[in-house]
Each structure stands twice: as structure tokens, then as C-alpha cells.
């Protein structure tokens, strides 16, 4: 179901709760890239174990350090989800992008 907003009939319309997913999949896609670019190489030499044995070992020391961040922004994104529904949705459940207007849907 499309929400229509009531002021300017866009369908420009975000719900509050997607708003708030939106801000911990931002959160944990961001900190997972983060923490993939900035990971470092393990200290340890990797044992080739065939061809591309080495650059397999560096892909895994990559990926766990992805998935690290990924801990780190779910926690930021709960966190900023929070804030969302706090200061911009307030009591409201919906927030229409076209024109700013606030507004419940349930009061349609």
C-alpha cells in the first residue's frame, strides 16, 4: 500500500520504522566497509597452500575484520535509529520528503 501524504498528495512518504532500518543497515554497511579497508595483514604469514593460498589468507583477515565493524555499527545504528525516532518522528509515524510534513497514518 502507497502512503500518500494529506498536505501535498506526494508518495514521497517514509514510515518511521523504515527510517529507523534504514539508519542500522546504513550503520552496520558503513562500518563494515570501514573496517574491510582499514584491516591490516595478519601478523602471522600465511602458509601458501596452492596458488592463491596466500591472497585466500588475506581475503579471510579482511572479511573477519568487515565483520567486526559490522558489530560496531549495528551498535552505532541502533543507537542512531534511536535518535531518529526521538527527534524527528517524535509521536508521529510518518514523515513525507516533498514537503516535511508530519503526520500519522492512522489518521488518514
Not at 34 to 41: E, I, L, N, R
Not at 85 to 94: A, G, L, R, V
Not at 95 to 108: I, S, V
Amino acid at each position: 500500500m502507497t502512503i500518500h501524504c494529506i498536505v501535498c498528495n506526494s508518495t514521497a512518504v517514509i514510515p518511521k520504522d523504515a527510517a529507523k532500518a534504514m539508519a542500522i543497515l546504513v550503520s552496520i554497511i558503513s562500518a563494515t566497509i570501514q573496517g574491510a579497508t582499514t584491516s591490516v595483514a595478519p601478523t602471522q604469514p600465511v602458509e601458501p597452500t596452492g596458488p592463491h593460498g596466500r591472497i585466500l589468507g588475506q581475503l579471510l583477515a579482511v572479511i573477519r575484520a568487515g565483520l567486526s565493524g559490522a558489530v560496531a555499527g549495528d551498535a552505532a545504528g541502533t543507537e542512531l535509529s534511536q535518535s531518529i525516532e526521538k527527534y524527528w518522528f517524535s509521536t508521529h509515524d510518518c514523515l513525507c520528503l516533498n514537503c516535511g510534513f508530519y503526520f500519522d497514518q492512522n489518521a488518514l
